[in-house]
Every structure is written in structure tokens, then in C-alpha cells.
């Protein structure tokens, strides 16, 4: 039996090792290789039909959440935009982009839920989440002064996902 | 919702309770016996797992009242359910989400330990307490889970008005069917599991169990096939990608054990046969059980990214990890210090032998297994060790796995009319001479058909072939050989009896027959696929593959929970109509697809409708050949299953004298 434990201990270590490791590892978690580039800039017309440019830096750094009203999940995190846009938005801009969707449904989903966001890009053929490498709905990139992503979050934001997000750029700034 | 079913459920939670103090009764039972000294004490873990069994089973009805009774004051079914959900839908929400899948898990194995004890009380009375102590440890394992951190009776007050519903993927009846069958699979491992664990520890020769083990294992893996198989046809149909197995985390996690499984069933035939392999066929039998928990947990931890996106949970994840911690030390350990009381009785005569090949087919399973494995593993692997995110794709298990099935294939084609000992590998040879020149005929022709392109293609008819007809001969040569000794018989009763009298022979042949036919559906469909997508208007037309497809625009209609969209695509040479879906499920405002196919034995076309872009609509059209013979395949594995797991009665009634003298005494 000595032979089998020679191979079977290691095996089961290094699995077991393996799975532990696995559970404090969140599988959602994309690198995006956006980050550290600049965002690239996009011009087109806002949920109002007004001509807007995603990604120009006005004043504030830009929080920008790709959602849809499709999006089950978006619904989830939304409640933290709302949370956040209140106590956020002297410091950030936070900038919808409504992704793949009718202008109705999109306008519908913004007045029933309340609108966190000062303008949506319109992007209801997915350009712009093209241009971003999205992969799923919601998905949410922090774009500092300079107009370069630090941050991006894959999927639902929470609460403090976005506060510690947002203390990034102060950090930034040091 | 009436006081009776608010109640209900309150009597389910207890129940799990009382199960949860039972089985613990149940895993400590024979333990104490022996402390204690008071031997009848171990009878516990026999009336337990009775009770147990039980128990579930009334708690699993009281579930599926509140599902029926749309009792959204339970969490779960408001998680789950809707009050516009067909009934049907309702019943299957049981195991749509994590709390009821493992209360299903729970329940199919109180409902085996049941079965076992049944079995057991005549058959194995001594080592049935120990047994069930083990399947009580397992089950108190998953009871734990279940009561503590992902209960299904969970209470949600106030009580909304309306479910969240059924995830729209899951309405689906190959979806309501799959689940359980995997389940019945995974946990059917178990009792041989319990079978190893027990003999380990109480030194019960393996000789005298291993045949038993063996129907379980074949219950346990014909089941995980029709998982297996019904998850790849629902992918097929519903999906919408034109495929049906994406090597996926979740559905290698049902493979491996798969694999380890097939290995099994045929290392107990070496060692009922032979007497070799003891200790080979113990480990495989934990491997095989330690690969359905390492599924369970993959699944349900959510530690691999998958298109199973279940709610992770890091607190069930980290309890599922522990307890599979438990399980794989306790076993292997066990294994290791006790394992050399399970020795070999016999070796090789020879390496070319019946044996040998058995040997070659363990081999061929276990390294895909740990092929699989380990690309399943390998993206945590680099995550650990390097900041990279990678994930292993089809064309590394296409590079690695596609040899060794063909290999498996050409193992399958000759070493069933090898004997046991020592064989001439002339006389086989000789045997196979209609096979080779069958196999050389049907290669060159697909040579011929793909101008020497595809090489995977001319290799796999080849050996298919070779496989189809060396099975159809010995058939024919065992007929024959039965009407030189019965000159009496006619050609049809003497075919029909030399089936019958080697029931458990020709049940594995019919299950060869049936991966042969699977090989020829893979083979098909994997390599000569066509596809195109297109934009249509209206009166468009496509052609694809011979076929023209005449686009005749869309109509809409509300039906039971969901809007659907269907596209009209009319076959102009055949007449035929497409129609593919597209379903909107209001209450989880969740898109889905339904695929259009129209299939015959020899090729499927399937279209899919996507979105539309001004006047035109996206549409996606393949024509998969061959994709029919891979669910015929699965049937007939499962026809030959059957077949093979009716010899023992007969065998009791015919060749045991006790059994026969003692239903003489009775009649």
C-alpha cells in the first residue's frame, strides 16, 4: 500500500488545496485589459436624444454602469446606484449606458425604479459594448480625471463594492 | 393558502429535524453496539435508515404541496415558483434552485439506504448495520447542509403575493428529468461506496460482496448516462447553439464520475471472474463516489465559473468543502492503512487475455478521467499560481479526449471475443477477418467521400465498423455453434436463445452497440456540421447544405406564463416547417430560445431566430447530420442495461439448488 500513498496523499492535498483555494476566489471576477487604458470615447445620442460623448471627463470622474432593463441582475444593484448617486455625486459623475435596449422599456425601467444616473447613453445596438469588451450585463467601469479605467466591476455592484471603488480615485489622486 | 398547508410546512422542518437526529442515531449505531457490547443495539442503523427513508419522503410530499398549494410563505417556493406556472412545472420547482436539489439529493439516497436495508436484511445481515452506518455518516452530512444552511422550509413573512417563478431555462421537461436522473446516478455510487468503506473496516472478504456492488454501480451509471444524455439533449434544443456537450465545468462534473464508473463496472467483472483487482476495484470505488461529491460541490459552490450560474453561497461552498474534506480522508485513509487485507488471489497468465484487455479499458477510462480533471481544475490552477484568468476549451478536450475514445472504440471491437487466461491472437484475428475487411471497405469510402480531409472521420468509420461487424459475427458464430449442439431448433429460436441464456454477455454488447452508434451520431455531427447565419426578409430564402429555407415571417402568441415569438422558415424541396422561438417570461423578464428542428434518422436542420434589425430578422441555420443516432445510442445503452440486469433472477430460479429446493417447500 505504501506505493498508492505515495501518489494518493500529494493527490489529495494538492485537490483539496486546490478547492480551498477556489472558494475564496469570486469565478466572476473578469480582468479586464481595459484596465490602466484610456476609455475609449464615444459619441452618440443620450435616452433624451441628446448628442452626448460617453467617456468625456467633464469635471468628476466617471462611474459608468452599462445596464439594461432586460437585465434581471441589474435590478439587483440598482437600489446601490440610487444609494450612491445621493452620496456620491458631488465627487462623480455617474453615467448610465443602456445597452441593447428599446428607448421606451429603458425610459420605463429610469422612471419606475428612479434614475441614479445625470444622462444614459443610448446604445441600443451594442456599440459601445463593443468598444468596452462586455460581457454580460451589468457591468460598471470607474474612469478617473485623466480618462483611464482603474476599476471595473463585473456583474452586480453592492454597496461597498462601490464606496471602496469609489475611494480608488481619491488614492488615485495622492 | 389554508392553515393546513402553513402548518405542513412547519411539520416538514421538524421532520428534517427528527431525520437529521436519526441518522445521527443511525451513523453511530453499530459503534456503540460494540462499545456498549449490547449487540442488538446495531439494529438501530437498520430500523434508522427505514425511518429515515420515510421521513424524507413525507417531507419531500410536504414540499411539493406548498409548490402545488403556491405557498409563497415558504422562501423557497416563492424563489421558485408562480402561481401562473403549469402544475407540471410546479411539481419539478422542487429541484429548480439549490435548497430543493440538495433536499432531492438527500431524499433519493434515504430512499437507496432503504432499499439497501430491504436488500440487505436477507442477504448480508451481518455487515447491513455497518453498511448503513456509513450511508448514515453521508447522509447526515447532507442533512446538515440541508437543515442549517440551505433549508427548503425556510418561511418568508409576510407571505408575498406572487413567486419570483421557475428560472424559464428549467421549463423544459428534458430540464425536469435531467436533475433527478443525475441525482439517482451520483447517489447510486454511494452504496458501493458503503460496500468498500464496510469491508475496509470490518475485513469483509471483497469476493463476497463485489458481485453485489455490481448491479448498484450498473443502477448508479445507466442513471448518470440518462442525466448525462438528456442535459446534452436539452443544451441541443433549448440553447439554441446548434451544439450539445461544451465541456462545460458542470457537465465535466458529471462525466468524471461517468468515466470512473465505466472503469468500475468492468474491473468487478475481472475481479468476479479472475480474482484480480481487489484492491484496484476498492479505489475505484471511492474515486468514483469522491468524483459525484467533488461534482456536488463544483456545482454548488460555484467555485468555477460555469454556465450553471447557481447563487453562490461561500457558507454552503466552505461546509460542502469540509464535509468532502471528512469523506476523502476518512475513506482513502481507511484505504491505505486497511487495503492490503484485499489482495489479488490470482495474476496473469498471460497479456493476451480477456483480463489484459480488461486492464487496457481501466486504463483508457481513468487516464480521460484525470484528463478531464484536470483540465477542470486547471484554470484554478493558474489562477493560484499566476494573476492570469484562463479557461479550457473545447479544442483541448477535442485534442486529448478524441484519441483515447477512439482508442476505447477499437478496445471495444476485439476484446470481447478474446477468452480469459491466455488467447491466440491468431484465432482472434481469424474471428475478426469479415470485420477488417468491412472496416477497410467503409474507411476507404469515407476516404473517397472526404478526398482524405478529414482523417478523424476515416479512422472513426473505420473502427466503428470494425466494432458493428465483429460484434454481429461473434453473435452470428455463438448462433451457429448453438445449432450444431441443438440441431433441432429453427434459425429464429436458436438467435433468440443465445441471447437469453447469456443475458449479462449480450446486455454489455447491446451497451456497445449502442456508445457504437453514439460514436457514429458524435462523429457526424461533430465534424460535418453546416452553418450560416443570415439576416431575412420575408420571402428571403437560404440554402445550406442542400436544403432551402424560405423565411415566411413571424407570428406571436401569449401561452400559459410566457409571449413567444416564432419564426416560419418552410423547407422549399421537402415542404417541411421551421419554427424557431423565441420566449419571454414576464415574471423573471428573461429571454429564451426554442430551436426549430426537423429531423430524420440522418440529419437535423436547426434554426434559430434572433434578433430583429430593421425589417430583416437574424437567422441561424445549421444542418447537423447524424445528431439523431446519439440519443438513439443512449436508448439503447439503457435497453441494454436493462437486459443485462435481468439475469440474476433468472440465474436464482435455474441454477441455485437452495433457492429452488426452498420454493419447492413453499409451493
Partial sequence: MKQWAYVLVPALLLLLALLSFGLTNDPRYIPSPLIGKPFPQLSGIDLNGNKVILGKVKDRPLVINVWASWCAACRTEHRSFLRGAQKYSRQVEFVGVNYKDELLNGKRWLSTLGDPYEWSFFDNKGRAGLELGVYGVPETFFVNQQGVIIHKITGPVTDASLADAIAMFSKGSK | MNSVSQ???????????????????????PMLARKTGVVRLAQVSVQGAFIVGGLLTLGGAIMIHAFVSENFSVL???????????????????????????????????????????????????RLPVLLAVQGFLMLGFLGLILFLSNPFDRLL??????????????????????????????????????????????????????????????????????????????YYELGWGGYWAWDPVENASFMPWLLGTALIHSITV???????????????????????????????????????????????????????????????????????HQARESFVSGFSRESFYIFNNVFFTVACACVLL?????????????MKITVGAPYFNAVMVPIMLLIVLLMAFAPLVPWRKANPQKVITKMKFAFAAAFIAGAYMAWYTSFSQWTAIIATFLVTLLLVSMLTDYVQAVLRRRKSFASENVVVSAQRTLLRNRRF??????????????????GSGLFRSESAVLMKPGDQVEIGGHVLRFDGTDRFKKDNYFALQGILTSVNEGYVLRPERRK??????????????????????????????DSWGIHVYVNPLVQFIWLGGFIIVVGVMFSLTQRIRLRQSTSVSDSAAASAKA
Avoid at chain 2, 78 to 98: C, E, K, R, T
Avoid at chain 2, 187 to 208: H, K, N, Q
Avoid at chain 2, 375 to 387: H, K, N
Avoid at chain 2, 509 to 523: C, D, E, K, Y
Fill in chain 2, 7 to 29: 402548518n405542513l410546512v412547519e411539520l416538514g422542518h421538524f421532520i428534517m429535524a427528527l431525520a437529521f437526529a436519526i441518522s445521527l442515531l443511525q451513523a453511530f449505531a
Fill in chain 2, 76 to 126: 423557497y417556493v416563492a424563489q421558485n415558483s408562480n402561481s401562473q406556472l403549469p402544475i407540471f412545472y410546479q411539481v419539478a420547482a422542487l429541484w429548480g434552485g439549490h435548497e430543493g436539489s440538495l433536499y432531492l439529493w438527500a431524499w433519493i439516497m434515504g430512499l437507496y439506504t432503504m432499499y439497501l436495508a430491504w436488500q440487505g436484511r436477507s442477504r448480508f445481515p451481518q
Fill in chain 2, 158 to 235: 409576510p407571505a408575498p403575493v406572487d413567486g419570483r417563478d421557475l428560472n424559464p431555462l428549467l421549463q423544459d421537461p428534458g430540464m425536469v428529468i435531467h436533475p433527478p436522473m443525475l441525482y439517482l446516478g451520483y447517489v447510486g455510487f454511494s452504496v458501493p461506496f458503503a460496500f468498500a468503506i464496510t469491508a475496509l473496516v470490518t475485513r469483509w472478504d471483497s469476493e463476497l460482496w463485489v458481485g453485489l456492488i455490481r448491479r448498484w454501480a450498473l443502477v448508479a451509471w445507466v442513471f448518470l448516462t440518462i442525466g448525462i444524455m438528456l442535459g446534452g439533449w436539452w443544451a
Fill in chain 2, 271 to 341: 475481479q468476479e471472474h479472475r480474482r484480480m483487482l481487489h484492491t484496484w476495484n476498492i479505489f475505484l470505488v471511492i474515486s468514483t463516489f469522491a468524483l459525484s461529491l467533488l461534482g456536488t460541490f463544483l456545482v454548488r459552490s460555484g467555485v468555477l465559473s460555469s454556465v450553471h450560474a447557481f447563487a453562490v453561497d461561500p457558507g454552503r461552498g466552505l461546509y460542502i468543502l469540509i464535509f468532502m474534506t471528512v469523506v476523502l480522508v476518512i475513506s482513502f485513509g481507511l484505504f491505505l492503512y486497511y487495503g492490503r487485507q
Fill in chain 2, 375 to 387: 483540465a477542470t481544475l486547471y484554470p484554478l490552477a493558474t489562477e493560484a499560481l499566476t494573476p
Fill in chain 2, 506 to 523: 449480450y446486455g454489455g454488447m447491446i451497451v456497445h452497440f449502442g456508445i457504437a452508434v453514439i460514436a457514429i451520431g458524435l462523429t
Fill in chain 2, 585 to 614: 417570461y414576464p415574471v423573471q423578464e428573461m429571454p429564451t430560445t426554442e430551436a426549430g428542428i426537423h429531423s430524420n434518422l440522418f440529419r437535423d436542420v436547426y434554426a434559430v431566430i434572433g434578433e430583429k434589425v430593421k
